[in-house]
């Protein structure tokens, strides 16, 4: 695959895996438009992703970043960088086993607890109990949709952002 192809590029993986991060580094390489769904939702609604959660519910939630997931989906030349329960849905785990520029920015519970942090006051890690039985008990739910959905695994537990957005240009060429 050339780096000039105009299919999108996928960044999937648990809250605080990088997404966002490394798809911004991404299109300053790519000449790409950056997509965060997460605050492109924030954006068009007006409330925060957890002010959403707590007015509406989860699931209302997921049917706003399934529904703008698709319509992103059918575009070209992006970097979309995915909340981390994108995979909840079959519709775009369809969408994403389907992509060939997947990538599952991977990293273990114990590592994902050290990037996280409250004052992002992530809806699914609120209460005052402990971070990490909260975060394995996400990661062991999803872990295998994003390995199904992904065509290519980093684990990003040992690389600089710079190698991180090295390896993923080297799978795209």
């Known amino acids: 695959m050339n780096k000039n192809t105009h299919e999108n590029i996928y960044l999937i993986g648990m809250m ?32 925060t992703i957890k002010e959403i959660f707590d007015s509406m519910g989860e699931s209302r939630f997921r049917e706003m970043e399934e529904s703008y997931f698709i319509e992103k989906s059918k575009q070209s030349n992006l970097i979309i960088s995915t909340g981390g329960g994108i995979i909840l849905s079959q519709k775009n785990r369809d969408i994403l086993q389907k992509g060939t520029n997947v990538f599952y920015l ?35 739910s999803r872990n ?6 992904a065509n290519h695994i980093i684990n990003i ?15 795209l060429i």
Not at 28 to 35: G, Q
Not at 107 to 136: C, H, M, S, W
Request: with cysteine.
């Open 16 to 47: 605080g895996s990088g997404k966002s991060t490394i798809g911004r580094l991404l299109c300053k390489e790519l000449n790409r438009t950056f997509i965060d769904t997460d605050d492109k939702i924030e954006e068009f609604m007006g409330f």
């Open 106 to 140: 991977k990293a273990d519970p114990q590592f994902l607890i050290t990037r996280l942090n409250k004052r992002y006051k992530r809806p699914l890690l609120a209460g005052d109990e402990p971070l990490l039985p909260k975060v394995e008990t996400i990661y062991n």
């Open 144 to 149: 295998q949709f994003y390995e199904n959905s």
């Open 157 to 171: 537990e040992t690389l600089s952002k710079s190698e991180k957005v090295d390896k993923i240009l080297n799978c």
